[in-house]
């Protein structure tokens, strides 16, 4: 473990990530700046400093790498504005919606100029048109929108998301906005895609259980919009969720059993070479079959690394080979720094090569079976404490029994993929068994039963535990130097420890005082609902129509503010009063007995039909909202209407309306 925190590329790395980091946050390269910056690095290549400030260098080649990747010469944000046709290019199918398909689409032309830049394009379904496939072009006058960003507190960020995909806009097309283009363009991922959806439809002809079908895709060919929601959050719950997408997880598996297939290989003259070129071979078979999709290449990337780290047998060899990866990587594409998949991949696969060690020196069992489910347990509980803060930063919650679950998905995992691969291989040739089927139907649907028996025990789910960046980091400064001096034993290792703790628990402490001072009451935009949430301390006080639940955004905001007590009332009252001011709720023609100058607020609900104006006249409120459950034009109507009467108007669609006392 020494040797590789000393390895120099591990230190360039981690400064490259942070200026990568800095530069996201703070835009701190601007194109200004480049020219003045490759001067300097010349200067000191010259006078024969670039050794000395090598470490130096690393910091802003991570801010340049970004700032190059999200300003290319010919982005079509340089021309988004004119009314010019758009040439766009699918190059991700997404999972589609009850009413249209989703896509991630290259900007590939501008009228005639050639662009590069992805947006976020949605296609109204329509029974006339195939949905389109990768690598189809289409043409459309349509103007490019901007991401939404979250509206109500504590929410899921799409626009962030995606924006830290480098997708900076988004399409909504009618079947009539657009035109299909004959035009097809060759590549390895469109082919990729084309020969995964004949394999689906192969499937189709031999797997007549839904539930298998759509673990199969899911687990083997990285599909997983057939997966019902009641299995993704079973597996959310049981702490095994990784296993439904293509991951490390499948391809360190597969790594694995090609080594041990490969094996006589190794009595060749130079068979080790001859094995690792089989293997990498193998997994990029592997990537094509899942469709070449970038979660699947970052994950076969990263294993081809470890592969030839194998292959010199020395120890440390294979943290280089990670390190080594996660370089190529974020040298292609910067931007993944930011992807979940690409932090919990790495952070498992690293806490595994540290930490593991580390438990299982505590047991050495004298019988093979108890060496191997004791070595299963440290794997499971060495990963799960890689990406902890990973996990709590994104997911908000942590399934304390993983261990379990992984006992037996583990293992389940790598007798799925080799029999997935059979069924894949004999039903292209139409020579699937009956056997065969029955076996690897049996398989995944007793998976799926355990999965859900372990799930149903939620009392051991521990939710709702909102993590920002600073906890993030905190956390995992703290698990790295606990587990860095149970392995060297040294004091200064122990100091570290107890500084971030000590670090992490004011944190904690202060996070809490500040949401015990909290009061205010929120008006959430739901979608043809009104919410209302009055939160005094923590204790929260919860309006919605009965019959109307939307519990989302409400556990965003639940989790946000670390709620201690919550009441829920199943109907909206007439008012509410508020450290000392008037709330009056509109969601019905008439207008109830209110005196005059009692109300301080109005909130419109339900496309209210009442007289906007004569309740102005009569209650001269200080303020109007209108939530989400009032029809766009109503909106637009009363907000004339308020501008007339020089009253400020609020539509909760520009975000939640929070009245603090």
């Known amino acids: 473990m020494k040797k590789i925190l000393d390895f120099v590329p591990g230190h360039l790395l981690l400064l490259f990530v942070l200026g990568i980091v800095l530069q996201f946050y703070g835009s701190i390269i601007s194109s200004q700046t480049i020219g003045f910056g490759l001067v300097i690095l010349v200067a000191l290549v010259v006078y024969g400093f670039a050794k000395r400030f090598l470490f130096v260098v690393f910091l802003p080649l991570g801010m340049l790498f970004l700032f190059v990747e999200q300003n290319p010469e010919y982005h079509f944000s340089k021309y988004q504005n004119e009314v010019n046709p758009l040439k766009i290019k699918i190059t991700e199918v997404l999972g589609a919606t009850k009413y249209s398909h989703k896509y991630y689409a290259e900007i590939v032309q501008v009228a005639t100029v050639k662009t590069v830049g992805l947006v976020l394009l949605n296609l109204e379904k329509d029974t006339l048109l195939a949905p389109l496939q990768v690598g189809d072009f289409l043409l459309t006058k349509k103007s490019i929108g901007s991401l939404r960003k979250a509206i109500n507190p504590f929410s899921f960020d799409y626009a962030d998301y995606l924006y830290k995909k480098n997708i900076r806009g988004q399409l909504f097309l009618k079947a009539k906005e657009f035109v299909p283009l004959e035009e097809i363009k060759l590549s390895w991922v469109r082919s990729a895609d084309y020969f995964r959806n004949y394999i689906i439809e192969r499937l189709k002809v031999y797997l007549q259980n839904e539930e298998v079908l759509g673990m199969t895709k899911a687990m083997i060919l990285g599909q997983r919009d057939d997966l019902s929601t009641s299995i993704l959050e079973n597996y959310k719950n049981a702490g095994v969720m990784h296993i439904l997408a293509v991951s490390g997880l499948h391809v360190g598996i597969l790594l694995g059993l090609l080594n041990w297939l490969f094996r006589p290989l190794l009595f060749f003259k130079k068979g080790k070479n001859i094995r690792l070129v089989v293997v990498v071979l193998c997994l990029w078979c592997f990537a094509f079959i899942a469709g070449l999709s970038s979660s699947v290449v970052r994950s076969v ?46 952070s498992a696969v690293f806490s595994i090569l540290f930490v593991q060690p580390i438990l299982a020196r505590f047991w050495k069992p004298n019988y093979k079976v108890l060496d191997y489910f004791w070595s299963l347990i440290t794997v499971s509980v060495a990963a799960q404490i890689g990406v902890l803060p990973v996990s709590l930063y994104y997911f908000h919650q942590f399934p304390s029994l993983f261990v379990f679950s992984n006992l037996v998905v583990i293992p389940a995992v790598g007798l799925i993929l080799v029999l997935g691969f059979l069924v894949i291989l004999c039903s292209l040739f139409a020579a699937l068994p009956n056997p065969l089927i029955f076996i690897y139907e049996t398989i995944i649907v007793y998976l799926n039963k355990f999965i859900a028996w372990v799930a149903s025990y939620e009392q051991f789910v521990f939710k709702q535990i909102y993590f920002k960046e600073v906890e993030l980091g905190l956390l995992s400064v ?87 007590a919550i009441e829920n009332r199943d109907a909206l009252p007439r008012a509410i ?85």
């Open 478 to 564: 703290l698990l790295f130097c606990f587990f860095l001096f149970l392995n060297t034993k040294r004091v200064k290792a122990f100091l570290f420890f107890l500084s971030t703790l000590v670090l992490f628990q004011m944190l904690s402490i202060q996070n809490k005082f500040r949401h015990k001072k909290t009061k205010e009451l929120v008006v959430l935009d739901e979608y043809k609902s009104t919410v209302l949430i009055e939160n005094n301390g923590g204790d929260l006080l919860i309006y919605q129509e009965q019959n109307k639940k939307s519990d989302q955004n409400i556990i965003a905001y639940q989790t946000g503010v670390g709620a201690y």
């Open 301 to 346: 990337t990263m294993f081809s690394f470890v592969a030839v780290g194998l292959l010199f047998q020395k120890r440390g060899a294979i943290g280089y080979s990670l390190i080594s990866s996660a370089f190529v990587l974020l040298l292609l594409h910067p931007l993944y720094v930011f992807d979940v998949g690409f932090q919990l991949s790495y």
């Open 577 to 661: 009063s508020f450290e000392g001011r008037n709330i009056l709720l509109i969601n019905e023609a008439k207008l109830y007995e209110v005196k005059p100058k009692l109300v301080d607020v109005l909130l419109l609900c339900n496309s209210t039909k009442v007289n906007l104006e004569r309740c102005i006249e009569r209650l001269q409120p200080e303020l109007v909202i209108a939530d989400g459950s009032n029809y766009p034009y109503l909106k637009e109507l009363w907000e004339r209407t308020c501008k007339q009467y020089k009253i400020p108007f609020y539509d909760t669609a520009d975000g939640a309306y929070i009245l603090k006392p």
